[in-house]
């Protein structure tokens, strides 16, 4: 233990002082002055004459204190040697470091640099260029662990602006673990870079079932990458997001009667079908009287059909509950269904039924794998998540990065309670508060 030599000054912090200094031997002391010193000052490095005491050097953090770290000099040689100040630099460390985990935390929830030093002005006052220093520093040290057994895997896109240039992020997510394998910003989403993206993040030699979105061939890009060891899913969700935009805002009653029994193909949306069809017929008659006794009439009855749809939704989430999903055979009379009448229908649904046959292995080819996801709902959460929507024009590509590696390193618990508060790590500083 280091001795440390009370005095009225210092006395009330003893404990404190011990717990500071633990580390150190018997052979230091910490002096009623306030100088961390060797008792006996030892031999010289360069002569091994036994030094003599000489005063010290004072260390200054700004808000926080001083430390008075104890200097020795040589009468044989004339070197100056000055005591380690290890524990000097550990206490501001601590002290920093908890700062820097506040930081952290409110950039994952996505505050801005400029909000950040205006709270750090009640706290610990720091310019922006050091909070964003802080927090760059710190994400590059961070590691995010790896993923293993990858087999089921959700690829998304997002196309966030950073400043003026458009950016591209391409995220891989394992489905089992819900963790992120890889979420990489790009100047370009062309073919080449989509290939390279997966053959540094996945096994190309494993077998592979990989949900993406519909709006572009990656199926190419697949066969090229994975060969015969890819079964390529495309979401149902995303399908019926499709499905939905095909039909304009202001819905009738008998389109949106159509539109449900697209989206109950894949999921089972017989109730709402049932309210719709009641008032299939009503609507005829409505509309056959004139156009301002339907324009009341439809406001009334699409409101009562959104109450009524909201309503399972809220049952559905008090069970937690999801859409129940369709078997595969349900599913295929379900379109077949739809088909036969397919000349009844608009364009826009015609083109949407064609489509769908023409994808209808990579629609349901989860029904096919056990345990696969038919949806990229895992991925759309973690984008939601970890760079909103409408904050993506805001952030500067560097930005983009940082957030994406942040909500990784939440998701893998790096980002855990905290092991002690800044107050408490603040408190450390009390025998060295600059009284003067
Ligand atoms: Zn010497």
Not at 190 to 200: C, H, K, M, P, V
Not at 345 to 369: G, Q
Not at 382 to 394: E, F, I, V
Request: hydrophobic share 35%; net charge neutral.
């Amino acid at each position: 233990m280091t001795e440390i030599q009370l005095s009225l000054i210092n006395f009330p912090h003893h404990e404190i002082l011990s717990t500071i200094l633990n580390g150190f031997s018997n052979d230091f002391e910490f002096t009623a002055d306030g100088v961390f010193r060797r008792i006996t000052p030892s031999l010289c490095p360069d002569c091994g004459f036994p030094m003599n005491h000489n005063g010290f050097n004072t260390y200054r953090k700004g808000h926080l204190g001083e430390a008075n770290i104890g200097r020795y000099l040589c009468g044989a040689c004339g070197k100056s040697v000055e005591e380690d100040r290890t524990f000097w630099n550990n206490l501001k460390t601590g002290f920093f470091d908890i700062l820097t985990e506040i930081c952290l935390r409110l950039r994952l929830n996505h505050a801005s640099y400029e909000l950040i030093e205006e709270i750090m002005n009640f706290i610990y006052p720091r310019d922006k260029d050091t909070i964003r220093n802080m927090i760059q520093s710190a994400i590059e040290r961070l590691k995010v662990p790896a993923v293993q057994n990858i087999q089921f895997v959700h690829y998304d896109e997002q196309h966030p602006k950073a400043g003026r240039n458009q950016k591209y992020r391409l995220t891989l997510m394992d489905s089992i673990s819900r963790q992120v394998i890889a979420d990489e910003l790009f100047d370009s989403k062309d073919a080449g870079t989509i290939e390279n993206f997966l053959r540094r993040n996945l096994d190309t030699h494993k077998p592979v079932f990989i949900v993406t979105d519909l709006y572009r061939g990656y199926s190419e890009i697949f066969n090229r990458v994975f060969g015969n060891e890819v079964t390529h899913q495309l979401c149902l969700l995303h399908l019926n997001k499709l499905i939905v935009n095909d039909f304009p805002r202001k819905t009738s009653i008998e389109q949106e009667f159509i539109k449900y029994r697209l989206l109950n193909i894949f999921y089972n949306r017989e109730l709402e079908i049932e309210f719709l069809s009641c008032l299939i017929d009503e609507e005829k008659t409505v509309l056959k009287k004139s156009r301002t006794e339907y324009k009341a009439w439809i406001k009334e009855a699409k409101r009562l059909f959104h109450e009524f749809v909201h309503n399972l939704e809220l049952k559905r989430r008090r069970e937690g509950q999801n859409l129940k999903m369709r078997t595969y055979y349900e599913a295929l009379n379900n379109s077949r269904d739809l088909f036969s009448e397919i000349d009844s229908f608009e364009v826009a649904v015609r083109k949407r039924l064609m489509k769908i046959e023409e994808l209808w292995p990579k629609l349901t080819a989860f029904y096919l794998v056990d345990n696969a996801p038919a949806t990229n709902n895992a991925l759309e959460n973690y984008y939601s998540t970890s760079l909103k929507t409408h904050r993506k024009k805001q952030l500067e590509a560097t930005g983009i990065e940082d957030q994406m590696k942040l909500s990784a390193l939440k998701r893998s618990g790096i980002l855990a309670r905290p092991r002690r508060s800044l107050l408490e790590a603040f408190f450390m500083f009390i025998p060295f508060l600059d009284t003067g």
